[in-house]
């Protein structure tokens, strides 16, 4: 993997450094977030390791940022804190995964190594449709009742899940293992996931699509399937 490291604490930036490169990953290295920014910008990597909290501009500035340029590098967060509100924030702005510290490198690689398959296998040519909705696969865009809303990597692989069974119910885990394969993260992550996708594709219509089931997991319900 080619990745992009963003961490102002330099031993926290080393420990990861001495990791990846042992299985010979190319890591660059940026130390303040306006220069994870630009060096997002001017060169192709395979994911972004990405800290909240950085000089010049923080890490959620960085990821938003980098998405309305147009870049759609698969983003994990890292942050000491771990409240419902700070992964909310780093979901609500276009991040596809988030580790809190002190995290397990093993973790990390796996988690990033899953985002990396994942943005890989995403580009298959053709449509997915169930109702008003409509998801092209390879741009990943979603259109509903002639608005169109582009997916991050998580949000696409959830709906692409939900898509492909609507409107059958796709459990938990199997949401899970299309995100992180065997890591399967804190629970609170794809509680988290969902919210976003809720609240981008129904939010501003009447009818609501995406629907959890209790216990068991996720469904799309179209109007009239109800």
């Known amino acids: 993997m080619k990745l992009l490291l963003v961490e102002d604490h330099k031993d926290i930036a080393g420990v990861i450094f ?3 490169e042992i299985k010979n990953d190319i890591l660059d290295y940026a130390s303040n977030g306006l220069q994870g920014y630009e060096l997002a910008k001017a060169e192709h990597y395979d994911a972004i390791i990405l800290d909240v ?3 010049k501009m923080d ?3 960085v990821c938003k940022s980098l998405r309305e340029a147009g870049i759609d590098t698969p983003i994990l967060m890292l942050t000491a804190r771990d409240t419902k509100d700070d992964i909310l924030s780093g979901f609500a702005h276009f991040a596809d995964d988030y580790l809190v510290k002190p995290f397990d ?3 990390l690689d796996s988690r990033l190594q899953a985002l990396v398959r994942r943005r890989k296998g995403s580009v298959a040519n053709r449509t997915l ?3 008003h909705l409509s998801l092209d696969m390879n741009t990943r865009v979603l259109q509903r009742e002639g608005s169109r809303y582009s997916l991050n990597p998580s949000q696409y692989t959830i709906l692409k899940c939900l898509l492909q069974k609507a409107p059958d119910v796709v459990s938990k885990e199997d949401v899970c293992d299309a995100l992180w394969g065997d ?3 804190d629970s609170k992550v794809l509680r988290s996931h969902i919210y976003q996708l809720r609240s981008l594709i129904d939010r501003p219509f009447e009818h609501a699509y995406l629907r959890t089931v209790s216990k068991v997991g996720y469904r799309l319900v179209a109007e009239g399937d109800e």
């Open 18 to 20: 001495d990791y990846f």
């Open 105 to 107: 490198l093993e973790i």
């Open 59 to 61: 890490g959620l500035s």
């Open 129 to 131: 449709t169930y109702g």
């Open 53 to 55: 909290m950085l000089p």
């Open 183 to 185: 890591e399967e993260p």
